[in-house]
């Protein structure tokens, strides 16, 4: 049975009958080889023939920076740039490792211990620069919890209240 959008009904027996009676003898070309001399005509027939749509590498390196940097609908000031750096940098990989620490590299709302876990942000990242790195402004989760914590609160406006009833729940 189809599990699409229109569930298909199965063939009657007649109709299965028909279908099987249609293909006996139908072996035209099953498994078929060419002889040298057919390949190579196929071939031939096949040479300069456009099999697909392919940009030429000059209209590749147009279309890629014309849409790249400053020219690109989703620039935001270059602010990815510094993100990636402050977000992979040392400074935040030495406040992760306290926090797991800290906690016991256990999971505040299940109270597992280890497996994927990921330091939380009490109070947004992107909105208390202040807080970034202050290791009272983090707080261990596996990567379950985190997830569904975002799912209930959102990405923004994050609060340590939220997390409190968070944790209660």
Not at 127 to 154: C, M, P, Q, V
Request: hydrophobic share 25%; glycine share 8%; net charge positive.
């Amino acid at each position: 049975m189809s599990k699409g959008l229109y569930p298909r009904k199965p063939f009657s027996a007649t109709h299965r009958e028909n279908l099987s009676k249609a293909s006996k003898g139908n072996k035209a070309n099953l498994g078929r080889k060419h002889s040298e001399a057919e390949n190579e005509k196929m071939s031939e027939a096949k040479k300069g023939k456009h099999t697909g749509w392919h940009h030429s590498l000059e209209t590749r390196n147009k279309l890629s920076q014309s849409n790249s940097g400053e020219k690109s609908v989703n620039w935001k000031g270059g602010i990815s740039l510094i993100n990636r750096r402050i977000r992979n940098g040392l400074e935040i990989r030495l406040w992760r490792t306290a926090v797991f620490e800290r906690d016991d590299f256990t999971c505040q709302k299940y109270g597992t211990r280890g497996g994927k876990l990921v330091a939380h942000h009490i109070n947004n990242f992107s909105e208390r620069k202040d807080l970034r790195f202050a290791i009272d402004n983090g707080i261990t989760l596996s990567e379950e919890a985190h997830i569904k914590f975002h799912k209930n609160y959102g990405f923004r406006n994050n609060t340590k209240e939220q997390l409190q009833d968070y944790l209660k729940h």
